[in-house]
C-alpha cells in the first residue's frame, strides 16, 4: 500500500512563507500523477495542486502564482512550497496519488496568523 509521510507545516504570519514535503513510499513519484490536499476546520478536504508524470502542474484557483508544487524524483518526495501565505491558507495539508484512492496520510498542519 502507499504511504505518505507530510511534513514541514507549522505556525506563520501571513505574508510568510512554508515548504511542505511528502516522503512518498509504494509508489514512483516520477512516473506518477501525485497532488497536494488540504482541509481547514469545519470543511470538506479540497484540492490545492498536482503535478503529472510529464511534470505539467495544476493549481486550484486561490493558491495560483503563490504555490508551486514539484517533486524529486530521486529521493521520491513531492513539495509544495507556499509564499505570501494568507489566513485562510490554515489547513491540514495532504499529499496523495492522482486521483486520491481514499488512502491518506496523517497530514501537516499550517496555519497562517493575521
Known amino acids: 500500500q502507499v504511504q505518505f509521510v507530510e511534513s514541514g507545516g507549522g505556525l506563520v504570519q501571513a505574508g510568510g512563507s512554508l515548504r511542505l514535503s511528502c516522503v512518498v513510499s509504494g509508489r514512483t513519484v516520477s512516473i506518477s500523477a501525485m497532488g497536494w490536499f488540504r482541509q481547514a476546520p469545519g470543511n470538506q478536504r479540497v484540492f490545492v495542486a498536482v503535478i503529472n508524470s510529464d511534470g505539467t502542474t495544476t493549481y486550484r484557483d486561490s493558491v495560483k502564482g503563490r504555490f508551486t508544487i514539484s517533486r524529486d524524483n530521486a529521493k521520491n518526495i513531492v513539495y509544495l512550497q507556499m509564499n505570501s501565505l494568507k489566513p485562510e491558507d490554515t489547513a491540514v495539508y495532504y499529499c496523495?496519488?492522482?486521483?486520491?484512492?481514499?488512502?491518506w496520510g496523517k497530514g501537516t498542519l499550517v496555519t497562517v496568523s493575521s
Open positions: 496523495a496519488t492522482m486521483p486520491p484512492t481514499g488512502n
